[in-house]
């Protein structure tokens, strides 16, 4: 080969390793964690990323396969809460795409909760096999990528600190929800969760039987729960409802998400900003019922 050619060619080689590694997250709060581990090394393409949207209600459209075009790697949650992206790659995979399931690295199974990101444990998974193969695809870069791995790992440091401050506090508190999105995170916390058949048929948009209602109601209006986590992206009519008999009793509520608020800079802050608002009504509660045994 001349030396014209090789140099053509070696400038064809490094161009295409410089060029961005393209990753696709089903959903935004995997894509956070995806722009942090890869850096300025990564496009990424967050599909569902509307605060508006119910992602259980989501459904693909002809742009939501083209969005896989390309794509080296690609991010779902598993376990039935994006079956749709699924259906897309068993019908639309990019050559060659390595696939990351969130629920695969954590033993999740179907059935279970789907909600996995509020899952101490599931952040640092996605991060731990998302630069194992950057380093793949861009293996010039693998010491960016690690230092990337561990700067996201030490955001996560103030999040575990404050469950275990919330938790050494507040273990066993009996807590209700309307759906099961913030589950995980409230076992990490040591939460005693109730209803769970009434959070179940919410989340999978049927309407909750008149017993499993009743027994809700009950509680929040009786002082058992303590406090009430609601889907602040799905107000359905049986939300509003609850909701309404919570503040009326004076039991504290607090609102979640099931994708990353537009805007907010990190996973961690996303994390954190959901446990002092969690830590709020827990102390808010504790004080009622404190000021209600001086009565």
């Known amino acids: 080969m001349s030396a014209l050619l090789m140099s053509s060619a070696l400038a064809c080689a490094t161009a295409q390793a410089d060029e961005p590694v393209k990753i696709v997250a089903a959903e935004n709060m995997y894509g956070k964690i995806a722009e942090a581990v890869g850096g300025n090394l990564v496009t990424v393409t967050s599909i569902i990323s509307n605060p508006n949207e119910d992602p259980h209600l989501f459904e693909a459209r002809p742009e939501t396969a083209a969005a896989l075009k390309n794509a080296k790697i690609i991010i779902s949650n598993g376990i039935g809460y994006d079956g749709w992206m699924a259906k897309l790659l068993a019908a639309h995979a990019p050559r060659g795409a390595h696939v990351i399931v969130a629920a695969n690295l954590v033993g999740a199974k179907d059935g279970q909760n789907p909600h996995l990101w509020y899952k101490p444990q599931t952040a ?3 991060a731990q096999a998302l630069a194992q193969q950057l380093e793949k695809d ?5 010491a960016d990528i690690r230092r990337n791995l561990a700067a996201f790992i030490a955001s996560l440091k103030p999040v575990d600190d404050k469950i275990a401050a919330l938790r050494s506090r507040y273990d066993g508190t009996v807590v209700a929800a309307t759906e099961p999105v913030f589950g995980y995170m409230a076992d990490a916390l040591g939460l005693k969760m109730e209803n769970a058949a009434f959070q179940e048929a919410v989340m999978k948009d049927e309407e909750p039987t008149a017993a499993q209602v009743r ?4 509680g929040l209006s009786d002082g058992t729960i303590r406090v009430l986590f609601y889907n602040s992206q799905v107000t359905d009519e049986a939300t509003k409802r609850v909701l309404g008999i919570a503040r009326a009793h004076h039991v504290p509520v607090v609102g979640v998400t099931e994708t990353a608020p537009l805007g907010k800079e990190s996973f961690a802050a996303w994390m954190l900003e959901a446990l002092d608002a969690t830590g ?5 509660a504790e004080a009622e019922a404190k000021e209600g045994h001086r009565h």
């Open 124 to 126: 640092p998974a996605v």
């Open 138 to 142: 861009a293996p010039g870069h693998a």
């Open 215 to 218: 027994d809700f109601e009950k």
């Open 280 to 284: 709020a009504a827990l102390a808010k």
